[in-house]
């Protein structure tokens, strides 16, 4: 079975300064996405990054990237320049190429961002 | 575009009664899934329809069931509810079943079983 860890249940940052985000996953599997997602206070959730887990290159997304280590299973999160408006929930989640068309998601870290 | 869509925003049950719970996918999307999200932790995966045929089913107990109508619009049911129920149910849909088809997220529906 698969796992996803988040061991920061809450941060805070700095307006404009960089925030980094953990996150580790166990499975056996070989082909797999990883994603991070963005729940805003009462609002729905959003995509923020993607990553296949095929792809040695890390993804980035204007102010966010991932440093993505397979050999490792960590997925952090790196919000560069952060805003009022990156105050959320945010979840890092884990999905089989194939099989069950399903998220795993872990428990979240809730950032706040400090103006 | 609409996005996803679901109703109703705010639901108050108490133990022992039903519920319904309905999702509209956006345009032109045939998958549509369920997740349950109870404060405080991250949602936890329930079903997957994809053109109106169950395609994946969590770790949760036969009270819950679901379907997908011919429009790709999605019910999900739980009877018999108890005080673990209380939670956020989100529908997620995408264009079709693939892991490499991104899935959005609706407003959720927030379920208080009292």
């Known amino acids: 079975a698969q796992t996803v860890t988040q061991s920061q249940p809450e941060m805070s940052v700095q307006e404009a300064e960089t925030v980094t985000l953990s996150c580790t996953y166990d499975t056996s599997e070989n082909n797999y996405y990883l994603f991070w997602y963005k729940q805003p206070p009462s609002r729905q959730m959003i995509l923020v990054i993607r990553q296949e887990a095929y792809k040695q290159q890390n993804a980035t997304e204007n102010r966010f990237s991932v440093n993505f280590q397979k050999a490792a299973k960590s997925f952090s999160l790196k919000i560069s320049d952060s805003q009022l408006g990156d105050t959320a929930m945010y979840f890092c989640?884990?999905?089989?190429?194939?099989?069950?068309?399903?998220?795993?998601f872990g428990t979240g870290t809730r950032l706040k961002v400090l103006a | 575009d609409a996005g996803v869509t679901q109703s109703p925003t705010h639901l108050i049950k108490t133990r022992g009664q039903h519920v319904t719970l309905r999702c509209s996918p956006i345009s032109g999307h045939k998958s549509v899934s369920w997740y349950q999200q109870v404060l405080g932790q991250g949602p936890q995966f329930i079903f997957q329809y994809y053109e109106k045929e169950e395609r994946g089913r969590g770790n949760f107990p036969d009270r819950f069931s679901a379907r997908q109508f011919p429009n790709y619009s999605s019910e999900l049911n739980v009877n018999a509810l108890l005080l673990g129920d209380s939670a956020l149910y989100l529908c997620?849909?995408?264009?079709?079943?693939?892991?490499?088809?991104?899935?959005?997220f609706g407003p959720g529906t927030r379920l208080t079983v009292l």
């Open positions: 989640a884990f999905m089989l190429v194939s099989g069950t068309y399903k998220y795993i």
């Open positions: 997620a849909s995408s264009l079709g079943q693939s892991s490499y088809n991104e899935q959005f």
